[in-house]
């Protein structure tokens, strides 16, 4: 018989609305059974799914239905990240308010996700700016100001001097605001941070015990808090050349070994030093104004050509009082490291080498690599950073470097000036405190009260949410929030004088802080969590998301969740005990012959004889094929989902998305390959409906013995199985897909032979049919409901439990042997696991391989090694 075609159009909404009716996706707090916190990073509310999106929730997705087969309590949430600049940017370009912009995409992106098929809980839907929601991150906040880890601190912000307004980097574009085109000033102005510093050590020690995620998300975030140690060195400044008031210039070095190649020192141009001395040297001040414009981005400044000013300040070197260094102000001395100077050693530092070659000032190499001669080594435009033994360096002279390292520091800690240690041995980390003060409307409102009298004042709890005012207007550049007549003006909570809100809001960082620890229990209005809740679910066991978070989302969220801990809303340090980075989704990009591009809807791929071609549909013109690229707008390659799902449905596209590369590498989209999937997938339902007929004629029990063919068959269905398993768990999709695939032609196989076959073999059949259903349930869940009726199951296969795996079906029945003469490999030998050792040698000796090697030679001994080798010794 011949089943009709499966209707992916027809079946995948029925089913999605089934799920939905019966809520089977909804977890309960109160269920007895042992949890699983699967999370995708949840999107930002831009208007529209993009395919990979697809990707990241199809990946969890498979995760989630997986677990729940296996009898975990599945906890499987979805949210929207919804504050952001994108909805300012629509409210003054289209005259929409942020808060309509952001729910109506809200709605139709929901829409988009339902069509995937997605087992997820949307009873704990929340958005970030519910303020039913921001009005917990609000408590939060004061909690953290009460427990010393929020604060007040100068920082310098992008000013932009036509519209008199703070603008955010992204705002700042080749130096210049975005709306007014005015060059970008930096000034100081006082902005809320949370204290992360107080958790450097920690958050780098834990990573050692973060043995489910990627080492190179844990390397990335381990560089980025920067740890190194060091010393502090308070030089002596050269009176004589040195404006009044100012003595001495401390600097932080992690190489004091090389104190005796020193040709140099710089100062950033924010340092007191080099204000003191620009006071005197209008030059000077030119030269400061000029480099602070290019602002204080690490990328520009690791990237800008280094330059420097002579202050004419010289400094003295600490173990020769007739060594005078020059003082420099230099555009790569960052104030917020260190102590914001350096000596500058040009022969084992590429920037002070590039640095001195530019001003003339030479260098001398005091480390010398092994096997080189210390008398012809010598540096040009290459530092040398690497191991050797010291030279030109006095007392250090053939020593390690670490010797050295610790030589100096010795000398400098005992040596007193005035009353403190010329050196000072330190731990320096790179991380700085998390400034999340924004000037934007569309954020969480910080909840404090300035008072001319009393400072900084609390919003009382009862106050508690401080909501955003929905009456705003964006007419005029800057912060609607501070331009609202009324919101800001309120009387001080304390003493009820005149006082005016915060008006900056959160970063949408911290938005992201903790909504995975707020799905454990989003129905408390009292509270941002329900303790006992979010520690029994909580943490989430695999995390998915993009690796462009790889850095500030989880290292932001780690601390957050140990703020939450001090301040007793949670009762653990580390949100996320599994982590996984998923890759791009990456398209073909077509170009016109005049460099547009065009979208592969767009255009038509004809194979030929000489290769693929690309023709525009419309017009039957020539298109070129250009390289693969991640999908983007401005290169049109991209795919949408609707379109997608409109033409395959949900199921092709989720299991070419999982088929056709490891999870954690990018994946090109191929229409090609997506009507692979497609034909797949009417593949798999003929199998079932062919299994179904035959299962028909099945036994109802069991049968008590399986001859060769049903055996073989339930061995392939067991086998895929238990492949597909361990292979889920370790998301490696791709291959329990092709695991599918193998066990699929399996079937088919047993299938081609005949219409009528024996009871074992139906029985096998139907059994075989039902786990390959279960197999590629949790990937195309929809085509597996419809099969799962085919076969007359009860239940939706959704709520199945996954099936026992009979291990001992697992077991091999032969073994293959290594088969050697006189100790060399000749060849190998299959026999039956139960063979005896007779039979073994029977076989081996009958081996054309053997009796070649043996030229005639009578054999002498045959020595079995079970399971592994036979030796034939002649
Ligand atoms: C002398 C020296 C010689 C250095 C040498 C390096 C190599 P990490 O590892 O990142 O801690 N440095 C210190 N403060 C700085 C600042 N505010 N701005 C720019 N650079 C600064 O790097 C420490 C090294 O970075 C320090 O060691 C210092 O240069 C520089 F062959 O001192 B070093
Ligand atoms: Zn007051």
Redo the contacts with the bound molecule.
């Keep these: 018989m011949t089943a009709e075609r499966y209707n992916a159009r027809e079946s995948e909404p029925r089913w999605q609305a089934t799920w939905d009716q019966k809520a089977i996706f909804a977890s309960k707090n109160d269920d007895p059974r042992p949890k699983y916190y699967v999370l995708e990073m949840f999107p930002y509310p831009s208007g529209r799914i993009h395919i990979g999106h697809v990707r990241n929730y199809t990946l969890g997705d498979v995760l989630a239905r997986f677990m729940r087969a296996r009898g975990f309590n599945v906890l499987h949430p979805m949210g929207w990240d919804a504050f952001g600049l994108p909805a300012e940017n629509a409210a003054i370009e289209r005259k929409v308010a942020p808060k309509a912009w952001t729910y109506d995409n809200i709605a139709a992106m929901k829409k988009q996700l339902r069509s995937i098929g997605l087992s997820l809980d949307w009873s704990r839907e929340f958005a970030t700016c519910d303020p039913s929601y921001y009005k917990h991150q609000q408590k939060m906040f004061l909690d953290m100001l009460g427990a010393g880890l929020a604060e007040r601190e100068k920082r310098k912000l992008n000013w932009d001097p036509v519209d008199m307004t703070v603008l955010a980097n992204e705002q700042v574009i080749d130096g210049r605001g975005w709306r007014s085109g005015a060059v970008v000033e930096q000034r100081e102005m006082s902005q809320w941070v949370f204290k992360i510093t107080k958790y450097s050590q920690e958050l780098l020690e834990a990573l050692d015990g973060l043995d489910r995620w990627p080492d190179k998300v844990r390397l990335m975030q381990r560089n980025w808090i920067?740890r190194?140690e060091?010393l502090l060195i308070r030089f002596a400044l050269d009176a004589a050349t040195t404006p009044a008031g100012e003595t001495e210039l401390k600097i932080?070095?992690?190489?004091p070994d090389?104190l005796f190649g020193a040709k140099f020192m710089a100062i950033?141009a924010d340092h007191p030093l080099a204000q003191a001395a620009a006071a005197k040297n209008p030059k000077l001040a030119e030269f400061i104004a000029d480099i602070k414009k290019i602002g204080t981005a690490q990328s520009i400044i690791d990237t800008a050509e280094k330059q420097g000013f002579d202050t004419g300040i010289k400094a003295v070197h600490p173990f020769d009082p007739s060594w005078k260094l020059p003082v420099y102000v230099a555009n790569?001395?960052?104030m917020e490291?260190?102590t914001?100077a350096?000596?500058g050693?040009p022969a084992?530092?590429q920037r002070d080498l590039d640095f001195v070659n530019k001003y003339n000032l030479g260098n001398v190499p005091v480390v010398c690599p092994e096997g080189q001669d210390p008398k012809t080594f010598v540096i040009t435009d290459v530092a040398y950073d690497g191991d050797g033994r010291m030279i030109n360096s006095r007392f250090l002279d053939g020593m390690t470097i670490d010797a050295a390292k610790e030589e100096v520091a010795k000398r400098l800690e005992s040596e007193l000036r005035g009353n403190a240690p010329v050196g000072e041995r330190q731990v320096?980390f790179?991380l700085r405190d998390w400034g999340i003060s924004r000037q934007r409307y569309w954020g969480c409102p910080i909840p404090v009260i300035h008072c001319p009298k009393c400072d900084v004042v609390p919003v009382p709890d009862d106050q508690l949410p401080v909501t955003l005012p929905e009456d705003v207007s964006f007419d005029k550049p800057g912060n609607a929030l501070d331009h609202h007549p009324t919101w800001k003006h309120v009387s001080c909570p304390k003493c009820g004088g005149k006082a005016v809100r915060e008006t900056d809001t959160m970063d949408t960082f911290v938005d992201s802080s903790w909504y995975f620890a707020r799905f454990t229990d989003p129905w408390n209005e009292t509270a941002p969590t329900t303790p006992a809740v979010a520690n029994r679910m909580m943490p989430v066991d695999q995390y998915i998301g993009g690796v462009e978070h790889a850095i500030l989302h989880l290292l932001y969220s780690r601390f957050f969740t140990r703020a939450m801990k001090a301040t007793g809303h949670i009762d653990m340090s580390e949100p996320f005990a599994g982590m996984f980075t998923q890759g791009m989704v990456v398209h073909e990009t077509y170009q016109k012959a005049d460099g547009s591009w065009v979208t592969p809807a767009e255009v038509k791929i004809e194979v030929g004889g000489n290769g693929r071609r690309a023709v525009l549909l419309a017009t039957g013109e020539d298109v070129e094929i250009g390289p693969i690229e991640k999908m983007s707008k401005s290169k049109k390659n991209t795919v949408d989902p609707d379109d997608i799902i409109a033409s395959y449905g949900a199921d092709v596209a989720r299991w070419f998305m999982l088929s056709d590369s490891p999870p954690d590498r990018d994946v090109i989209w191929s229409d090609e390959r997506v009507q692979g999937a497609a034909r797949f997938v009417q593949r798999l339902w003929r199998l079932v409906n062919e299994s179904a007929e035959i299962g028909k004629a099945a036994p109802a029990a069991r049968p008590a013995t399986f001859g060769p063919e049903a055996q073989a068959l339930r061995k392939a269905a067991h086998g895929a199985l238990d492949k597909v398993s361990s292979g889920i768990e370790r998301l490696h999709f791709n291959v329990c897909l092709a695991h599918i695939r193998e066990f699929a032609n399996a079937l088919a196989e047993v299938l081609a032979k005949g219409d009528k076959p024996a009871p074992d073999v139906a029985w096998a059949v139907k059994e075989a049919a039902t786990i390959l259903v279960q197999l590629f349930s949790p990937m195309m869940p929809h085509l597996a409901e419809e099969c799962w009726v085919v076969l007359g199951q009860r239940g939706l296969v959704s709520e199945a439990d996954w099936p026992q795996i009979e291990r001992d079906l697992l077991v091999e029945d032969s073994v293959t042997l290594v088969v050697q003469v006189n100790g060399k490999k000749r060849g190998d030998v299959t026999v039956p696991r139960t063979a005896q050792n007779a039979e073994i040698e029977a076989a081996v000796l009958a081996l054309d391989a053997v009796k070649a090697a043996l030229d005639g030679k009578p054999v002498r001994k045959v020595i079995v090694v079970p399971m592994r080798i036979v030796n034939v010794v002649g």
Excluded: M
């Design positions: 920067g190194s060091g932080f070095t992690t190489r090389t950033s790569f001395v960052l490291y260190g914001g350096i000596f050693c084992h530092d320096n790179r």
